[in-house]
């Protein structure tokens, strides 16, 4: 961020002498007000806001729960509780920067459990392949969505609307209305994804899916800053037609962040399953909701073009903390619905407030 | 080639079919044809934008295309850019066939357009903006050192302080970013540049850099396709013009070889009358008075007061201020300090009070806020008031229709009919429906910010002949409704008055020629202060400008 201090006004020379004259010119352009260090540390604000916001919620529980709150423990078990959550919100974030949004996530959870289940227990492959099944049955119904929206110019909200339904029906389908048990030596490591760490291997700090969720935002976050591919999807959120202007391939990219979309929402399933060790058709219904609004807490625009890794999983955590605190405290369901309720608007509220502040 | 092309024009009396054999002669244009279009048409629906043009620019030639609003100027340029696909035609690149089928096809052929409409992403920075879509990368990964090294080559030719590759673009002016548009053209180098009105909001010095670079392109052997309503501009910047009118190439000459005159009649396919008339105007009561305003930023102080039959100009610089003004009194900015008296109403308001009050504003930045671009011209036109429309507070389309009409005959709008979508009407036209709805309101004051910017000649001409109708309750506009009185009874009580009232026009234009033509007096803008009004026929062009500039 180099930027000249203007000393002398920038236009104020040359004019007078020319006789044409369409515009006047301009020797009054609005003076640069930051100084390098005035932007850099507003740049920091910016992207350290989620994180003292996740420390203030954090703090307030510390504040009010039991003791018991702020023990390491209870910190992983946050992180566990979070992690089915942040791994869906990884890929609705790409689709909401992209302007988009994925209503079909939590169908595709349940489904992923679905077919990992009967991979297990009727394909009887191990669970390595069962697990990646899953992923790519989601990933195909992602990609599906995206064809539709693209193909079919009917906007991603009625698009995933319908996918909804039709994946919890493919869901149930397979699993024939029921849940689908598997013999539980089948499952090996798939059952410890999310369980809490053993004392023998406590150098693990967090459980394998915790890790697999962490080093996979990192990937994200590199694809959204660093790639072709992250870049376009921004410049579609902010402006779809200039990104046709200038050659985006929007439709690829479109489709290309449905399907991820898709696939993280299987690996979420994958998890979900880690945890339930069944497939379970009717698992996850409306946990869209809870990703969209990890989303949208951590300061991504439902009309595109902002969002970040780091922002979505904040407002993930935000989410668990919230939830597990209420827990503590014994507070009843519904008082923990109304402060998460609470804390989506109040957070887009003070979002907007930021950027009109610094606009 | 050349003979092709010319026996499809239309013969015309003009120089311009004359001097055409001229064309071989020349040093320049002996040079190989670097782009050529032929026979091209498009429709849209029913409104045939395109019908067998052809046009042809050579290496190290700046060719105007001109044209009234919604004569097909973008749709061709569009057309050529590959971000319309035509029903018919053929085109060349250097002589080969060129079809593009999308503008990255069109971009890497090396054509490169610089669109009318301002077509940036906000929320990305300057440097993802100018090379978006054609990011160096490897294996998808982008290279961000080329990145910036390319844009930062592209910006620099403008010496702008506000353009930075790291500035986020929604930050920047109008005019900044319209050069990003520019040098995101410049960056990812081309053999055929196309510049759709690219000055509408640029300053002077911006305007001045702009032509050296295209002089600079033109001795580098590129063709380039220049668009504008600026006459002047054309004269200056352009070797060759083609003159546009519905649809159809009307003629086509050098630029030295034909005069203002003669390019604006072909345009509108008559001899425009005076450009700037006015009527004798009787100044009434004082209908708007605001004294040492400021607002949050800029105005800093403003004072002026406004009559009933008198136009007021505000002059300025970009930037200086003059739509926070407007804005500030329209009550979509907070007033810092300061006093508002429109008509018997006195502080601010909001917007929706303003409107009842007899106010009404034209919004400079008309895509964005000044029309609901996905409405039909008829919502757009009866926006602000919905009243009268049918009984029990209904509104009956076919009513709104025909309010509606009426304003698309006075006021010479093209288009299908009232059920038309805004967004497919060309700009110039979009912005008349935009001076509809005030006209529609009939308001009392009127608060134009540049109304008008990227309109026609023929268009700016009935654009005065209107403000000055207004300001002298003459003929052109005769009211729906009994003329508005400014107090409250004014949207209730049918009172029939048998005079037309003179109106209150406050404008604002960038556009000196024109605010010396039309207004009354003129007060200047500089550095958010309002300078003291002037009589029009006691100061000239050269002494406003220097008081713009603060010296
Ligand atoms: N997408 C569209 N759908 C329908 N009609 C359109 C569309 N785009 C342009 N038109 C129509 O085509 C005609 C030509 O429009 P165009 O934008 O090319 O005019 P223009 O010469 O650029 O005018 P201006 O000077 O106002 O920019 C207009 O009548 C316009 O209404
Ligand atoms: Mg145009």
Excluded at chain 1, 59 to 64: P, Q, S
Excluded at chain 1, 327 to 333: A, D, H, I, M, S
Excluded at chain 2, 63 to 68: D, P, R, S, T
Excluded at chain 2, 450 to 455: A, L, S
Aim: with cysteine; glycine share 10%.
């Amino acid at each position: 961020m180099k930027k000249k201090k203007s000393g002398k006004q920038p236009f104020d020379s040359a004019q007078g002498e020319e006789r044409y004259v369409p515009f006047m010119p301009s020797g009054d352009e609005a003076p640069i007000p930051n100084s390098q260090f005035f932007s850099n540390w507003r740049r920091w604000l910016n992207t350290l806001s989620p994180i003292i916001a996740l420390f203030v919620v954090f703090e307030l529980f510390v504040l009010i729960a039991p003791s018991s709150f702020a023990t390491a423990r209870n910190m992983e078990m946050i992180a566990r509780q979070t992690t089915i959550v942040g791994v869906a919100a990884l890929g609705m974030t790409l689709v909401i920067i992209s302007g988009g949004i994925d209503l079909s996530v939590g169908s595709i959870v349940a489904l992923s459990t679905v077919v990992i289940a009967w991979l297990l227990r009727y394909a009887g492959v191990g669970p390595l392949t069962a697990a990646i099944g899953g992923v790519a049955a989601a990933a195909l119904f992602g990609l599906l969505s995206g064809v539709l929206i693209t193909r079919l110019r009917v906007v991603p909200f009625i698009v995933t609307l319908g996918m909804m339904l039709v994946v919890r029906g493919a869901a149930k389908g397979i699993g024939r209305e029921q849940k689908i048990d598997v013999d539980p030596e089948r499952l090996r490591w798939l059952e410890e994804l999310l369980a809490s760490v053993p004392k023998e291997r406590n150098w693990m700090l967090l459980p394998p899916g915790v890790w697999i969720m962490i080093f996979l935002a990192i990937a994200m976050a590199a694809l959204l800053r660093y790639t072709r591919l992250g870049r376009h999807t921004f410049a579609i959120g902010s402006n779809e037609q200039t990104a046709r202007l200038c050659g985006v391939a929007v439709e690829r990219v479109k489709m290309l962040v449905y399907t991820l979309c898709g696939a993280f929402a299987g690996l979420a399933g994958v998890m979900q399953f880690s945890r339930l060790t069944v497939g379970d058709p009717t698992v996850a219904v409306g946990l869209e909701l809870n990703v969209i609004a990890a989303v949208v807490i951590g300061g991504g625009s439902l009309s595109g073009g902002e969002g970040s890794i780091l922002g979505t999983l904040v407002g993930a955590l935000i989410m668990t903390i919230i939830a597990s605190g209420c827990t503590q405290r014994g507070y009843p369901n519904w008082v923990q619905e109304i402060i998460t309720g609470a804390i989506i608007v109040i957070a887009v509220a003070l979002d907007r407030l930021r950027h009109r502040r610094t606009a | 080639m050349a003979e092709r092309i010319n026996s499809q024009q239309r013969p015309t009396s003009s120089p311009l079919g004359m001097k055409r054999n001229k064309v071989s002669l020349h040093p320049e244009r002996s040079r190989r044809v670097r782009l050529q279009m032929q026979g091209v048409s498009k429709r849209f629906g029913a409104t045939i934008a395109l019908e067998d043009v052809g046009i042809k620019v050579a290496a190290g030639e700046v060719l105007a295309l001109v044209g009234e609003n919604g004569a097909g100027k973008s749709t061709l340029m569009k057309v050529c850019s590959g971000a319309i696909k035509p029903d018919a035609g053929r085109m060349w690149l250097d002589g080969a066939p060129y079809r593009p089928g999308n503008p990255l096809e069109a971009r890497r052929a090396g054509v490169a357009m610089i669109y009318q409409e301002l077509s940036l992403t906000p929320h990305m920075s300057v440097q993802e903006n100018i090379m978006l879509g054609m990011e160096p990368s490897k294996l998808g990964v982008i290279l961000w050192k080329q990145v910036r090294q390319r844009a930062i080559e592209a910006i620099k030719e403008f010496d702008n302080p506000e353009l930075t590759p790291d500035a986020r673009v929604s930050r920047l002016s109008v005019g900044s970013q319209q050069l990003v548009e520019i040098a995101r053209a410049l960056a990812i180098g081309c053999n055929v540049l196309v510049l759709d009105e690219p000055t509408s909001s640029l300053t002077q010095q911006d305007v001045k850099r702009l032509f050296e670079i295209i002089g600079r392109l033109k001795k580098q052997g590129k063709a380039i396709v220049y668009i504008s309503h600026f006459i002047e501009e054309v004269k200056r910047v352009a070797d060759r013009v083609t003159v546009l009118r519905d649809g159809r190439v009307v003629g086509s000459n050098d630029v030295a070889a034909i005069s203002t005159d003669e390019i604006v009649s072909l345009m509108v396919g008559r001899q425009v009358e005076e450009l700037y008339p006015r009527s004798a105007r009787q100044a009434g009561e004082v209908v708007l008075e605001i004294e040492d305003l400021a607002g949050p930023d800029k105005p800093k102080s403003a004072s002026l007061t406004l009559r009933r039959g008198e136009v007021l100009g505000i002059a300025g610089l970009v930037g200086a201020g003059r739509t926070e003004l407007l804005r500030c009194l329209f009550g979509l900015e907070p007033v810092r300090k300061g006093r508002i008296k429109l008509g018997v109403y006195t502080g601010p308001a909001s917007p929706v009070k303003r409107w009842m009050q007899g106010a009404g504003l034209l919004s400079e930045n008309r895509k964005e806020e000044g029309l609901a671009l996905s409405l039909s011209v008829a919502d757009n036109v009866t926006l602000s008031r919905l009243k009268g429309f049918g009984p029990l507070g209904l509104v009956l389309p076919g009513r709104q229709d025909k309010a509606t009409r009426r304003w698309l005959e006075k006021l010479d709008i093209r288009c299908r009919g009232p059920r038309q979508s805004v967004s497919s009407l060309s700009g110039g036209n979009q912005q008349k429906v935009a001076m509809a709805r005030l006209l529609q309101h009939d308001v009392d004051v009127l608060l134009l910010d540049e109304p008008t910017r990227r309109i026609d000649v023929a268009a700016k001409a009935l654009a005065y002949k209107l403000i000055n109708a207004l300001a002298t309750g003459g003929e052109a506009v005769p009211a729906l409704r009994p003329a508005g009185i400014l107090p409250a009874e004014r949207n209730k009580g049918k009172m029939p008055s048998p005079h037309r009232q003179p109106k209150a026009v406050l404008m604002v234009s960038s556009y000196l020629p024109e605010l010396m033509g039309v207004c009354d007096r003129v007060a200047v803008m500089c550095r958010g202060r309002l300078g003291p009004t002037h009589r029009i026929d006691e100061v000239n062009e050269h002494e406003l400008m220097l008081e713009a500039t603060g010296k």
